[in-house]
């Protein structure tokens, strides 16, 4: 049983007062224990890396990224992943339906009333998907470095949009 640290006498462990002076006493030592930590809302990695990360898979790893970490630096990151990658997936399929490349680039298949597919050659929108593709590839390439390099690169179209996005 504690003691009272002016006059002596006996006080209940958890007293914070003596009841015969009214001297205040000193806060009872916690026991030492384990505790493990709290949860966070981050995804446990530098910033620079989960930035890169959102551009991994495009805009869809863009999206997982926009909803679990709440950095400003990373939420950019995600969300201009979101908008370019997103915005460039959407143009991609549009162009293979145009050429009618089929189902896998985007197109509706077949053949039209005339005989030929969609509006141009198959050859002319192989050649325009594969030029946007490497073209794609090379932004890819380009944002992933800048984002793992600690760098806010802002593009000029989906970057502003990706800005109000972010909130940033």
Not at 87 to 100: K, P
Not at 101 to 110: D, I, P, R, S, V
Not at 121 to 142: D, E, K, M, R, Y
Request: glycine residues 14%; aromatic residues 12%.
């Amino acid at each position: 049983m504690p003691h009272c640290t002016k006059c002596g006498a006996e006080v209940a462990p958890n007293a914070q007062f003596c009841s015969t002076c009214g001297q205040p006493q000193p806060a009872p030592a916690a026991a030492p224990s384990w505790q493990p930590p709290a949860p966070t809302a981050q995804s446990g990695m530098t910033e620079n890396t989960a930035a890169c990360l959102s551009y991994v898979l495009g805009w869809l790893t863009g999206i997982i990224f926009f909803l679990i970490d709440k950095r400003p630096y990373v939420r950019f990151h995600a969300a201009q992943s979101i908008v370019t990658f997103g915005g460039l997936h959407i143009i991609r399929i549009i162009v293979g339906m145009v050429f009618g490349m089929g189902f896998l680039f985007g197109g509706y298949g077949g053949y039209g009333h005339y005989g030929y597919a969609g509006w141009g050659s198959l050859g002319l929108g192989i050649a325009i998907l594969a030029i946007f593709s490497l073209l794609t590839f090379i932004l890819w390439i380009v944002c992933m470095i800048k984002a793992g390099t600690g760098q806010r690169f802002v593009l000029p179209i989906s970057g502003p949009i990706a800005q109000n996005l972010a909130g940033n």
